[in-house]
T-cell receptor, first 113, second 112 residues
């Protein structure tokens, strides 16, 4: 079983819909990252959070440390939001250069006009 | 613009050839990383560096070597390329533990 699981793997929605992407993890973490990878491949960091909730424009990320779960929400989705969204967890491990980032396999989001 | 620059963006190698991928960052970050991304798998760490002159192995280091002679540059070398090294390679950097990461745009490598 992967340490980081994302769901769904693929998501297609109509423009304007509210989008939720989920991330569950099975290890103790110090922080969780949400990343965006556009067609063409570049990866952009969206959020890094260790508790609660963060908001940036139409994007909202939440984390529940006790339940080992995080969600990424997109309000009023737009075709330009089409991308792969990747969850990654940061573990502090003393014999691994102090930290290790473990990635989920991503959720491919397609927003149809 | 500040960020992480990877060169080249694309490369095709024959089995047994060697090459070096260059990663350069202008943010004065201490930590630099090389990852590979394969279909159906999350990014996996190849090698990383916590400062100039230091390198360490990640999850999948076999067949690769790295060097960090200058703080801003992190080089990934393939001495004898194999088809199993066909992948998309990403470089990333950060100030340190627990900080946000900045990724390069990736290098798509095909070994035939």
């Amino acid at each position: 079983k992967n340490e980081v699981e994302q769901s769904p793997q693929n998501l297609t929605a109509q423009e304007g819909e509210f989008i939720t992407i989920n991330c569950s993890y099975s290890v103790g973490i110090s922080a969780l990252h949400w990343l965006q990878q556009h067609p063409g491949g570049g990866i952009v960091s969206l959020f890094m959070l260790s508790s609660g909730k963060k908001k940036h424009g139409r994007l909202i990320a939440t984390i529940n440390i006790q339940e080992k779960h995080s969600s990424l929400h997109i309000t009023a989705s737009h075709p330009r939001d089409s991308a792969v969204y990747i969850c990654a967890v940061l573990q502090l491990i003393s014999n691994f250069g102090n930290e290790k980032l473990t990635f989920g396999t991503g959720t491919r989001l397609t927003i149809i006009p | 613009n500040a960020g992480v620059t990877q060169t080249p963006k694309f490369r095709v190698l024959k089995t047994g050839q060697s090459m070096t991928l260059l990663c350069a960052q202008d943010m004065n970050h201490e930590y630099m990383y090389w990852y590979r991304q394969d279909p159906g798998m999350g990014l996996r760490l190849i090698h990383y560096s916590v400062g100039e002159g230091t390198t360490a192995k990640g999850e999948v280091p076999d067949g690769y070597n790295v060097s960090r002679l200058k703080k801003q540059n992190f080089l990934l070398g393939l001495e004898s390329a194999a088809p199993s090294q066909t992948s998309v390679y990403f470089c990333a950097s950060s100030y340190g533990t627990g900080d946000g990461y900045t990724f390069g745009s990736g290098t798509r490598l095909t070994v035939v």
